[in-house]
């Protein structure tokens, strides 16, 4: 079995950008592993709806 992995998922840009590396991070705490989210604060709550752990970065456009 593989050991669990800590991993940062960035996305800098529109929804478009975010919401597959949002899919991602959830498929892979999925797997067991430990992912962050980190885009800019505008997506906190998209983050805060499935429970993810959320780092804001840059501002919003």
Avoid: C
């Amino acid at each position: 079995m593989l050991r669990a992995m800590k991993i940062l998922v960035s996305a800098n840009g529109s929804r478009g950008d975010v919401q597959p590396m949002l899919a991602l991070a959830l498929a892979l705490r999925e797997r067991g592993h430990e992912p962050v989210l980190a885009a800019t604060p505008a997506f906190a709550s998209e983050a805060r709806a499935f429970d993810l752990p959320f780092v804001p970065v840059g501002i919003d456009i």
